[in-house]
T-cell receptor, first 113, second 114 residues
Framework: AQSVSQHNHHVILSEAASLELGCNYS??????LFWYVQYPGQHLQLLLKYFSGDPLVKGIKGFEAEFIKSKFSFNLRKPSVQWSDTAEYFCAVTLGGSYIPTFGRGTSLIVHP | DAGVIQSPRHEVTEMGQEVTLRCKPISGHDYLFWYRQTMMRGLELLIYFNNNVPIDDSGMPEDRFSAKMPNASFSTLKIQPSEPRDSAVYFCASSFTGSNQPQHFGDGTRLSIL
């Protein structure tokens, strides 16, 4: 069965610092990749997704992610974080023929003002 | 678009009581998912439906949990009898068919069983 690993469980940054959250998956076939964000007390919402084309995907709020097939990775980046980026971030993967995503455990990001 | 609507937002009840969580998916979406989120286990998929039919309930923790989708615009997740370890946030999500389709989540129900 496929799995999704988010190696950073907790990340603490100061405002304006750069962010990179890791996501690795364990499937060698065609995949669709997603990053979701969950602000405190709210529901998960889509940040960005990749399913084909340019491996560098830009999402909302200045986030981007790069799909590196050879490394089975889809890391999330933001050059300069803000206090309002404090949230839980989830990576998710669907296989080419499946509609059911596998979610990672999530990374808790705290940004100090 | 009203989004996925869940009710209630919060539920506090005593163990042994029946709990019913409700979900209205986004109109036109043909997949509906129920998740449970806890600190210990993260986000767990409990069950999902396609065109109102339950497809996979292997994530339902035990027979005390049941879910129904009587029509395309309504689903329920029931726990009977409830236990303190069922305390969690329960999310409903819906999506269109397609492996590249994102899920749209409701605001969740925060359930506390005393």
């Amino acid at each position: 069965a496929q799995s999704v690993s988010q190696h950073n469980h907790h990340v603490i940054l100061s405002e304006a610092a750069s962010l990179e959250l890791g996501c690795n998956y364990s499937y060698g076939g065609t995949v669709n990749l997603f990053w979701y964000v969950q602000y405190p007390g709210q529901h998960l919402q889509l940040l960005l997704k990749y399913f084909s084309g340019d491996p560098l995907v830009k999402g909302i709020k200045g986030f981007e992610a790069e799909f590196i097939k050879s490394k089975f990775s889809f890391n999330l980046r933001k050059p300069s974080v803000q206090w309002s980026d404090t949230a839980e971030y989830f990576c998710a993967v669907t296989l080419g023929g499946s509609y059911i995503p596998t979610f990672g455990r999530g990374t808790s990001l705290i940004v100090h003002p | 678009d009203a989004g996925v609507i869940q009710s209630p937002r919060h539920e506090v009840t005593e163990m042994g009581q029946e709990v019913t969580l409700r979900c209205k998916p986004i109109s036109g979406h043909d997949y509906l998912f129920w998740y449970r989120q806890t600190m210990m286990r993260g986000l767990e998929l409990l069950i999902y439906f396609n065109n109102n039919v339950p497809i996979d309930d292997s994530g339902m923790p035990e027979d005390r949990f049941s879910a129904k989708m009587p029509n395309a615009s309504f689903s329920t997740l029931k726990i009977q009898p409830s236990e303190p370890r069922d305390s969690a946030v329960y999310f409903c999500a819906s999506s269109f068919t397609g492996s590249n389709q994102p899920q749209h989540f409701g605001d969740g129900t925060r359930l506390s069983i005393l």
